[in-house]
């Protein structure tokens, strides 16, 4: 499985960005896509996460505010961020969970000036 993450830049406060992350390989109906960040000594988080069946998972920080889909089609998951504030700056890591396996893409830096 590869990951390739885009979309990541500078914006102002109460801004928005999308990110895409692309997955090339094999895959199964148990994959689960997702973003994390991470910043500076602190460990990756994650953002939000969509499974092939649907479900949805938003972490409290950006519930609200952030939508992920996903579009089978071209392999590629989407994260769509609002209403963006300075403490969302971090480097975001696109991600495929696999049972117990996870695999990572390239982190995409978002930095949110005040």
């Known amino acids: 499985v590869q990951l390739q993450a885009s979309g990541g830049g500078l914006v102002q406060a109460g801004g928005s960005l999308r990110l895409s992350c692309k997955a090339s390989?094999?895959?199964?109906?148990?994959?689960?896509m997702g973003w994390y960040r991470q910043v500076p000594e602190k460990q990756r988080e994650l953002v939000a996460e969509i499974a092939n069946s649907g479900r949805i998972k938003y972490s409290d920080s950006v519930k609200g505010r952030s939508t992920i889909s996903k579009d089978n089609a071209v392999n590629t998951v989407y994260l769509q961020m609002n209403s963006l504030k300075p403490e969302d700056t971090a480097v975001y890591f696109c991600s495929l969970r696999r049972f117990s396996q996870q695999y990572w893409g390239q982190g995409t830096l978002v930095t949110v000036s005040s």
């Open positions: 390989g094999f895959f199964f109906a148990a994959d689960v």
